[in-house]
């Protein structure tokens, strides 16, 4: 929901922020930008970036990362409690090397 991106905004801007508490972490930040980058951001051009994330943004987002993947699962111990794999669609031979 458009509250939950605006407090996940909120909460990103307040935590980088704090992680430049001390010369090492500063220090760590300019590395990594200049890497990233090629060059120092300052973090009012931070804070617009984060800014303008729109929902649209984290389901397209969540879409990429998350739903257009392959999925694998691994398990050790009893299986009997695994979910029922009929329900995802993903065919059942996808689940057939159970181990006993």
Same mark, same amino acid.
């Given at each position: 929901?458009?509250?939950?991106?605006?407090?996940?905004?909120?909460?990103?801007?307040?935590?980088?922020?704090? +992680?430049?508490? $001390?010369? +090492?972490?500063?220090?760590? !930040?300019? $590395?990594? /930008?200049?890497?990233?980058?090629?060059?120092?951001?300052?973090?009012?051009?931070?804070? +617009?970036?984060?800014?303008?994330? *729109?929902?649209? !943004?984290?389901?397209? *987002?969540?879409?990429?990362?998350?739903?257009? /993947?392959? &999925?694998?699962?691994?398990?050790?111990? $009893?299986? &009997?409690?695994? #979910?029922?794999? *009929?329900?995802?669609g993903v065919? #059942? +031979? *996808?689940?057939?090397?159970?181990? /006993?």
């Amino acid at each position: 929901s458009v509250e939950e991106v605006e407090r996940a905004k909120v909460n990103l801007k307040a935590t980088m922020l704090m +992680s430049l508490d $001390g010369n +090492s972490n500063v220090a760590e !930040d300019i $590395g990594r /930008q200049l890497l990233t980058y090629g060059r120092r951001m300052t973090p009012a051009e931070i804070f +617009s970036r984060i800014d303008a994330i *729109t929902v649209d !943004d984290v389901k397209a *987002t969540a879409a990429k990362v998350i739903n257009d /993947q392959d &999925h694998a699962l691994a398990a050790v111990g $009893g299986i &009997h409690e695994l #979910p029922n794999t *009929t329900w995802s669609g993903v065919p #059942p +031979s *996808t689940f057939g090397n159970k181990l /006993q």
